[in-house]
Nanobody, 124 residues
Framework: QVQLVESGGDSVQAGGSLKLSCAFSGLTANRKCMAWFRQAPEKQREGVAVISTTGAVKNYAWSVEGRFTILQDNAKNALYLQIDNLKPEDTAMYYC?????????????????WGQGTRVTVSS
């Protein structure tokens, strides 16, 4: 059974930083595509960062480029999202997503597995 568990969300002031974590288990493929998505209240879910197991693919949504960094620790089965210079518009529930295989690893990929999310609230 595949499980993805996010943590690290918090309420912070604008300009601060957070590091979100995603611990995953049950993924059997050697190569995976993993991503972070977010959904703000009354808005559609938005992909913010994606990475392949090999690290050959690492892409960001234009809205977060330069402030978000996606990281992975394959030995620990962990995915991270470092968020710097937080802005009120970053307020959202953040989700970790995974797909086995990395042939078409991008934010628009059909991710099969999702976590329950961790909440980030940024005040001005």
């Amino acid at each position: 059974q595949v499980q993805l568990v996010e943590s690290g969300g918090d309420s912070v002031q604008a300009g601060g930083s957070l590091k979100l974590s995603c611990a995953f288990s049950g993924l059997t493929a050697n190569r995976k595509c993993m991503a972070w998505f977010r959904q703000a209240p009354e808005k559609q879910r938005e992909g913010v960062a994606v990475i392949s197991t090999t690290g050959a693919v690492k892409n960001y949504a234009w809205s977060v480029e330069g402030r978000f960094t996606i990281l992975q620790d394959n030995a620990k089965n962990a995915l991270y999202l470092q968020i710097d210079n937080l802005k009120p518009e970053d307020t959202a529930m953040y989700y970790c997503a995974a797909m086995e295989g990395d042939a078409l690893c991008r934010l628009a990929s059909p991710f099969h597995y999702w976590g329950q999310g961790t909440r980030v609230t940024v005040s001005s």
